[in-house]
């Protein structure tokens, strides 16, 4: 079935990187873009960046920008997510999710999600 | 940016109520609007996108409407399952950025 995998909880301290990764199944990997949302505890969603599998292209929310990085891996159907610099602020549950123009790129297909804890 | 802007933040309804979400943005935002639920401890689920197209397999309870900067999301008939948070989220191509709406917490009465 389709489904996206993501890496296990991560823990960091403050001013140290963290990468998390997304394993795509079920589905043409390379045919749909990846997203990147995470939500604080209690908190809202927040998209934090994309990257096209086919192409290689990304986009950053401007928040994040110098601090992420997403990369792929066409070969292992996975794309990462790297954010820098952390804080305690960046403690929270980080989601991938699939979007194409099948859904007019709405995220039909999430990860189950993974949490990030920065504490000294 | 875009800013999305949901109303109410909290509902509190019964079972088989109708209820409605408003999501407001701040500009046109051509129908790149997209509804989900979330429930505590899960990732968010996609109920509708493009304003008005509903997911494969969501009931038919769920519906989305509305253009331009005012959309809607209306549940026609409350289920127990349906008591979580729902956000909008809505698409700008150039330069490409998602926003979401703050969220509606619906809850039961």
């Known amino acids: 079935q389709v489904q996206l995998v993501q890496s296990g909880a991560e823990v960091r301290k403050p001013g140290a990187s963290v990468k998390v990764s997304c394993k795509a199944s079920g589905y043409t990997f390379t045919r749909y873009e990846i997203n990147w949302v995470r939500q604080a505890s209690g908190q809202g969603l927040e998209w934090m960046g994309w990257?096209?599998?086919?192409?290689?292209?990304?986009a950053y929310a401007q928040k994040f920008q110098g601090r992420i990085t997403i990369t792929s891996d066409t070969s292992k159907s996975t794309v990462n997510m790297e954010l820098s610099s952390l804080r305690s602020e960046d403690t929270a549950v980080y989601f991938c999710a699939r979007a194409s123009d099948y859904t007019q790129f709405a995220m039909d297909v999430w990860g189950q999600g993974t949490t990030v804890t920065v504490s000294s | 940016d875009i800013r999305l802007t949901q109303s109410p933040s909290f509902l509190s309804a019964s079972v088989g109520d109708r209820v409605t979400i408003t999501c407001r943005a701040s500009q046109d935002i051509n129908n790149f609007l997209a509804w989900y639920q979330q429930k505590p401890g899960k990732a968010p689920k996609l109920l509708i996108y493009g304003a008005s197209a509903l997911e494969s397999g969501v009931p038919s309870r769920f519906s989305g409407s509305g253009s331009g900067t005012v959309f809607t999301l209306t549940i026609s008939s409350l289920q127990p399952e349906d008591f979580a948070t729902y956000y909008c989220q809505q698409l700008e191509s150039y330069p490409l950025m998602y926003s979401f709406g703050q969220g509606t917490k619906l809850e039961i009465k």
């Open positions: 990257l096209n599998p086919n192409t290689g292209n990304t």
